[in-house]
């Protein structure tokens, strides 16, 4: 038996010992997560989800150490409303990031829509357990308010403890190309609404001089500010879309406008490698929100050309190489076993992005529609990979639903906390799904948004197995039966763009995955029961909503002089500081 002294001192070396542990080994109790996000990536482009010709070795290797999602689902098929999700874990409507305009996303960095200041993302509340939080790459959920300073949607007033990347997103516009991304789509609505209030202010203004109704000089005054922000901004999307959205900062402070962007993927890349090497002491966040592969598919000369898909196969193979390098990092500190690895896009392949005869965006394999179809599978179900070696199984498939927005609540877990108890939180903890704790998701019904349209909704059976979906509203494909909307380059979500369906189009996924042959109550017995469940889950989800403010109203995403981000003196903005620092 040891002597009371002898168990002291060996209380006190253990005591120390574990104190060492704790401050020298990183993630000791919480792991280093690391978020890769993917820009308009289709499910049908990488290997591990069934591609033969596109080489994607270092995502299907992810895939192949952890586990890889078949149903999961990006909240939003456009980037501001889908991204805003996964950072909440709320379905955009809560938060004002649906829209009710044919506009859908943050359309300047000069607007003053964005993700609002109340929302609480799980970067902020990362940062309050002791973790190091950054995002780099691409935001594309506002900058200011009020004033071309007081960046209220800024990413270091969400959580995010460094920010380095585009405001805004990448563009055709960027590039300097022929064929205008934001232009073709903005130009006419502009001037639309330019010219209908230049008339109303001239109809008030002679009413108001020849006494024919009295209305107030101020009101006037209203309609024309109206008028001119409407003018100016048609006025910008004519050649200054290049200096007022592509632009480059670190946090608070721009170093590039505009863009140099042979130079972007390589400067992101050297970022986020020196995020980890600074910070691989402690627990950090690293979302790196790749530009890859939105057009204009920037891509460097070593991968030009060496793929079998043109530019587009390029840009993803790099992309895939860019991916090679975060977890080549993450390796080198030693920090393999104890990171947390996410790899997602944000939404489905953009299938009207063409240049002439040539593709310009994904394939979204076996699902039908893409980008920006609020309700069909190509539009919404994305890659899913999670690898965290020794807690996560691998080679692991799971085909049960998840969203985009249960990594909210499952980094917020593994960081030892809690999700906020104030506000509805849409996504749930996948820890227990991951592990195989539990069989099947928490998920029961998912609610497909177009803007703030319900276009579809997912019914996940569980004790049946079968995976019902009711189309509500569905996109007016041009030309008819071509599988997108060419002619108007995008998918709209109302009006004479839709088409609304009286009887729902009901699909069951788990045998008809490619939505090809809708059932009806003469072919499934159960039509009726089914849809009569899923109209009773709408009823009781719109209960749980709450009317907020809309962030990305015409007003919202308009573009403002007075709020755009510049490194001159208004409007004389451009700046080169990476050359300085190089």
């Not at 591609?51 to 098929?77: C, F, M, S, Y």
């Not at 799980?122 to 009020?146: P, S």
């Not at 599978?377 to 690898?387: A, D, Q, S, T």
Request: overall charge negative; charged content about 20%.
């Amino acid at each position: 038996m040891k002597h009371p002294k002898q168990q002291w001192r060996s209380l006190a070396i253990l005591l120390i010992l574990c104190l060492f542990l704790k401050t020298c080994v990183p993630n000791a109790s919480k792991p280093n997560i690391l978020l890769i996000m993917a820009d308009d990536l289709g499910i049908g482009d990488v290997g591990c989800y069934g591609n033969d010709t596109l080489r994607t070795p270092n995502i299907d290797h992810l895939a192949k150490e952890g586990v890889r999602l078949t149903q999961h689902i990006a909240a939003a098929p456009v980037c501001t409303p889908s991204r805003a999700a996964f950072l909440t874990g709320r379905y955009p409507i809560r938060s004002g990031m649906g829209s009710s305009i044919k506009q859908r996303i943050v359309f300047w960095n000069g607007a003053s829509g964005g993700l609002p200041p109340n929302e609480t993302t799980f970067a902020r509340i990362l940062q309050r357990q002791g973790y190091t939080t950054a995002l780099i790459g691409k935001w594309h959920l506002g900058v200011n308010c009020e004033s071309r300073n007081d960046h209220c949607h800024h990413p270091l007033n969400h959580g995010f403890s460094y920010f380095y990347g585009m405001p805004f997103s990448l563009v055709n516009e960027c590039h300097g190309r022929e064929n205008p991304e934001l232009s073709q789509s903005l130009q006419a609505t502009y001037w639309f609404h330019t010219e209908i209030i230049a008339l109303a202010v001239l109809t008030l203004l002679i009413g108001k001089l020849i006494n024919l109704f009295s209305v107030k000089w101020k009101t006037i005054s209203c309609f024309a500010t109206c008028g001119f922000l409407f003018f100016i901004s048609w006025f910008s999307s004519y050649g200054f879309t290049k200096y007022w959205n592509c632009i480059l900062m670190r946090n608070h402070d721009i170093t590039e406008q505009p863009m140099k962007l042979e130079k972007t993927t390589f400067n992101l890349l050297k970022e986020a490698v020196s995020f980890i090497e600074r910070n691989k002491q402690e627990p950090f966040l690293l979302l790196v929100s790749f530009l890859h592969v939105h057009t204009p598919l920037i891509t460097m000369e070593k991968f030009r050309g060496r793929s079998s898909h043109d530019l587009y196969g390029d840009n993803v193979e790099e992309m895939d190489w860019l991916v090679g390098k975060l977890l080549e990092a993450i390796d080198k500190e030693g920090l393999k076993n104890s990171t947390f690895v996410y790899f997602a896009s944000d939404h489905g392949g953009f299938l009207e992005a063409q240049e002439g005869n040539v593709q310009r965006g994904g394939w979204n394999g076996i699902y039908k529609g893409g980008k920006a179809m609020g309700g069909w599978e190509g539009g919404i179900r994305v890659p899913g990979i999670l690898r965290w070696p020794g807690v996560l199984p691998a080679d692991t498939v799971i085909d049960e639903p998840t969203s985009l927005m249960d990594i909210y609540p499952t980094v917020v877990h593994l960081a030892g906390s809690t999700v906020p108890q104030d506000r509805v939180i849409d996504g749930h903890n996948l820890m227990p799904l991951l592990q195989g704790k539990v069989q099947h998701s928490e998920h029961e019904f998912m609610f497909h948004y177009c803007g703030v349209y319900l276009h579809a909704v997912r019914w996940h059976q569980k004790d049946s197995g079968a995976l019902w979906k009711a189309h509500y509203t569905t996109p007016v494909f041009q030309p008819e039966g071509a599988g997108a909307c060419y002619k108007s380059g995008i998918c709209h979500c109302f009006g004479e763009d839709v088409t609304h369906h009286d009887l729902p189009l009901l699909f069951d996924l788990s045998r008809d995955p490619s939505e090809a042959n809708p059932l009806s109550p003469d072919t499934e017995p159960l039509f009726d029961a089914v849809i009569n469940r899923i109209e009773r889950a709408v009823w009781d989800h719109h209960g749980t909503l709450t009317p907020v403010p809309q962030q990305l109203s015409a007003y919202n995403i308009v573009w403002k002089p007075w709020l755009q981000p510049c490194c001159g003196t208004f409007p004389f903005c451009w700046c080169d500081e990476e050359d300085d620092r190089t």
